[in-house]
């Protein structure tokens, strides 16, 4: 096991030393459902789904462990907006985003806890920070606890700073608090808020600060000390910062490794979010390109670098998988196993061993199709069925391969796979009829209507071939 990544903790790169030799312990941040899921959401998803990938092959037995928030203020307030119970809407939203991840060939988590599901995990976890020192219960009887900064001299060690630096947050409520800058641990119940979103505790009934569920849970899923802690680079700071805190004060070792995913940003160059309005959401981009382009659009980039979104790159994404699907139908003509799978060349293990360099990954898959058409044509089948081999398994671990299900477009158990290769197939036969019977205004009609629905028809020595 050679794999590198960028500990930003550190901000250098570390070798990966898993705790438990052969498994791997990771904890993703998920998302809070309050809307609709956006690119920059489904980046996220992509990274550490292709994070698993690769330590799955390279031998690895992964626990993936990603959260969902189903309630905090955004929620309250999201469902008071729109008149519906907090968690009516905090379940909508979570089964759109389900259906996202599905749709961009995302594997499920090993475990996908709910923050609301996890509420005695996380006053035991409170009282422990208390009883250390670091924490208290706000004195006008709001039922609030915080955690005390001042008590902690590490707080700030995940991103450098010093806490005399920091400015309170300027949305934070200041009621209860010995310093500005403490955070909540425990939220008091407020007459404006559900009683539904109120759990009793010895210190008032009320609900879970954001950052708390998060240590509560990957301590319940993961155990004190785990390995990769992950999420967007806009989680480091407070998110991830005050989990670190809080965790350590309770004496747990926490998160040996931190590995943050850079922004999807619009056009003009800001950070898609929720909040800025200026989202590109999942429902809206699926209409215009197709979702396995979009992934192969957003993985190849490497994970720590900016990605500007723009409808010409996912095309130019789209056409580049293109090309790499042509090779896989070409060759599995002439391969024993069409179903086989090979081994990554060593070029493209050693890409993604060194902090999951997906860039230079991209070049060995396309290279390695150049070289098995070379091979194609000249009718070498040995090095085209190697090379077939070899792009099959850079595809499954990206995720991509096309003869995944998941790509059909239809629901689970419910693959129209067939149904479409036996319409293509009917046309193609027409047309070749047309041309036989040399009616070439009638085999074009029937080339561009296929055309118009994306296909491309390569008329070979064996018969005409089409692919999306």
């Given at each position: 096991m050679t794999f590198t990544l960028y500990d930003?903790?550190?901000?250098?790169?570390?070798?990966?030393?898993?705790?438990?030799?052969g498994a791997v312990k990771i904890y993703s941040c998920g998302l809070g459902v309050y809307a609709a899921p956006h690119l920059g959401h489904i980046r996220k998803e992509i990274v550490f789904d292709l994070l698993r990938r690769w330590l799955t092959y390279e031998g690895l037995e992964v626990t993936?462990?990603?959260?969902?928030?189903?309630?905090?203020?955004?929620?309250?307030?999201?469902?008071?907006?729109?008149?519906?119970?907090?968690?009516?809407?905090?379940?909508?939203?979570?089964?759109?985003?389900?259906?996202?991840?599905?749709?961009?060939?995302c594997l499920p988590p090993t475990y996908e806890p709910r923050a609301?599901?996890?509420?005695?995990?996380?006053?035991?976890?409170?009282?422990?920070?208390?009883?250390?020192?670091?924490?208290?219960?706000?004195?006008?009887?709001?039922?609030?606890?915080?955690?005390?900064?001042?008590?902690?001299?590490?707080?700030?060690?995940?991103?450098?700073?010093?806490?005399?630096?920091?400015?309170?947050?300027?949305?934070?409520?200041?009621?209860?608090?010995?310093?500005?800058?403490?955070?909540?641990?425990?939220?008091?119940?407020?007459?404006d808020e559900p009683v539904t979103a109120s759990w009793p505790t010895p210190w008032g009934c009320g609900?879970?600060?954001?950052?708390?569920?998060?240590?509560?849970?990957?301590?319940?899923?993961?155990?004190?000390?785990?390995?990769?802690?992950?999420?967007?680079?806009?989680?480091?700071?407070?998110?991830?910062?005050?989990?670190?805190?809080?965790?350590?004060?309770?004496?747990?070792g926490f998160a040996r490794h931190w590995m943050h995913n850079a922004f999807v940003t619009d056009p003009g160059g800001e950070k898609m979010s929720k909040s800025l309005g200026n989202a590109m959401r999942v429902d809206e981009v699926v209409k215009r390109y197709a979702?396995?382009?979009?992934?192969?659009?957003?993985?190849?980039?490497?994970?720590?670098?900016?990605?500007?979104?723009?409808?010409?790159?996912?095309?130019?994404?789209?056409?580049?998988?293109?090309?790499?699907?042509?090779?896989?139908?070409?060759?599995?003509?002439?391969?024993?196993?069409?179903?086989?799978l090979g081994a990554v060349p060593e070029k493209f293990a050693a890409a993604l061993d060194d902090d999951l360099g997906t860039p230079a990954a991209v070049a060995v898959l396309h290279e390695t199709v150049r070289e098995g058409n070379r091979a194609l044509d000249a009718g070498d089948t040995a090095g085209a069925e190697a090379a077939y081999g070899a792009?099959?398994?850079?595809?499954?671990?990206?995720?991509?391969?096309?003869?995944?299900?998941?790509?059909?477009?239809?629901?689970?158990?419910?693959d129209l796979t067939p149904v479409v290769d036996g319409l293509v197939t009917a046309l193609l036969e027409q047309r070749q009829s047309a041309r036989a019977r040399k009616d070439y205004a009638a085999a074009d009609a029937i080339r561009a209507q296929l055309a118009a629905l994306?296909?491309?028809?390569?008329?070979?020595?064996?018969?005409?071939?089409?692919?999306?």
């Open positions: 930003s903790a550190v901000s250098r790169l570390v070798p990966l030393d898993p705790i438990t030799p993936l462990v990603t959260n969902v928030t189903d309630l905090d203020d955004k929620i309250l307030r999201a469902s008071a907006a729109a008149g519906v119970e907090w968690f009516a809407l905090a379940y909508h939203f979570e089964t759109v985003m389900h259906e996202a991840m599905r749709l961009f060939g609301t599901g996890h509420i005695p995990e996380m006053v035991e976890l409170i009282q422990t920070i208390m009883d250390n020192g670091h924490a208290y219960a706000a004195t006008d009887g709001s039922g609030d606890v915080y955690f005390d900064v001042l008590s902690w001299p590490s707080y700030g060690e995940l991103t450098s700073q010093r806490l005399q630096d920091m400015a309170p947050d300027p949305d934070a409520d200041p009621r209860g608090k010995r310093d500005p800058r403490d955070f909540a641990l425990w939220k008091g119940w407020k007459p609900r879970p600060g954001w950052h708390l569920e998060c240590s509560a849970m990957s301590g319940k899923y993961l155990g004190d000390e785990f390995d990769i802690h992950g999420g967007g680079l806009d989680l480091r700071f407070p998110h991830h910062e005050n989990e670190l805190a809080q965790s350590r004060a309770a004496g747990r979702p396995r382009a979009v992934r192969f659009y957003l993985a190849a980039p490497h994970y720590r670098s900016m990605v500007e979104f723009s409808g010409k790159a996912v095309e130019e994404a789209a056409a580049s998988l293109a090309r790499v699907d042509s090779f896989v139908a070409r060759a599995a003509d002439v391969v024993a196993d069409p179903a086989a792009v099959r398994a850079m595809l499954d671990v990206f995720g991509l391969r096309a003869d995944d299900p998941v790509w059909s477009g239809a629901g689970a158990g419910d994306g296909l491309t028809i390569e008329d070979t020595p064996a018969g005409p071939r089409w692919s999306r």
